[in-house]
């Protein structure tokens, strides 16, 4: 299946380092995570049946890991496999940094963190059947997780454009094609409708209700405020002066503390989302800095 579009930096002359490092603070820790434990399971290193997502084996043997692992598995070495790792980082990042529904950060990190966690206890919760039309599903949620945000951010971007085979499309019709390619190729398709329908739950609840409602249902946890601070996540300065200080988790754009009302969205990127948006703290003073 194509991918909308190339992902930016992974050919340019910096190298495949400072491109990893340069991703935003959660995809780039999913996506290693999710490349590790691919090539683990693949290389036989990672047993298969130790990561995947049994409910008996979570709640009698307290094998808890499972509740994680059993979305860092993409699948076997395959085209399809690349294709999904390759949606991972595309998406990701320009959902993370083209400024997620504002739950209370913000739209920054701290809002993508909790619809990530969204997704990934919505899909350990309301588990897929065993088998549809005969067909066996295991119970591992990668590609769940990897269409849910791509779900997520063609209903907060939805005015942007993206392509496949070089044919536009509107971002709000983006999973939708991407499953009709699907069922065309023939492959299986259920699990992206799960972790869309998760996505959506979620869109519902973060977007439609509080517009229709005049109040905030989902509300991202203070904690995730705390530590990746509000607007997107900027890691603590090192100053080379030992008597400085510096601060610790993300910025603390505005000031914003728990309990209050949200504070007011970041701009969203422009069309495309992932690479042409605004860079935030660019513009502000340097944390360590007088």
Known sequence: ??????????????????????LPVITKYWFGATL??????????????SIVYFWESVSSRFEVWR???????????????????????????????????NTGAGGGTADYARVYAHDHDGNDIVDLPDHVDGAPIPPIFARNLIYGVLYAWSKRHSTSQANIWGIPVPAIYLPYAYIAMTVFMGGA?????????MAH?????????????????????????????????????????????TAAGGSRLGGVGGGGARPAAQPAASAGGGGGGHQWGSGGQRLGRN
């Open 1 to 22: 299946m194509p991918v909308a579009r190339d992902i930016g930096g992974v050919g340019d002359a910096q190298g495949p380092d400072s491109w990893f490092k340069s």
């Open 36 to 49: 590790v434990m691919t090539l683990g399971v693949n290389f036989g290193v990672i047993p298969a049946s």
């Open 67 to 101: 509740m994680l692992t059993c979305f860092l598995y993409a699948g076997k070495f395959e085209f399809n496999t690349l294709i999904g790792l390759m949606l991972l980082v595309q998406f990701s990042e320009r959902y993370e940094k083209g400024g997620p529904f």
């Open 189 to 197: 398709y259920m699990d992206m409708l799960h972790g869309m329908a």
């Open 201 to 245: 739950i979620y869109y519902f609840l973060a977007d439609v209700v509080p517009q229709v409602q005049g109040r905030d249902f989902l509300v991202t946890p203070q904690f995730l405020i705390d530590y990746f601070g509000v607007g997107q996540y900027q890691a603590p300065v090192v100053s080379n002066n030992p008597t400085a200080t």
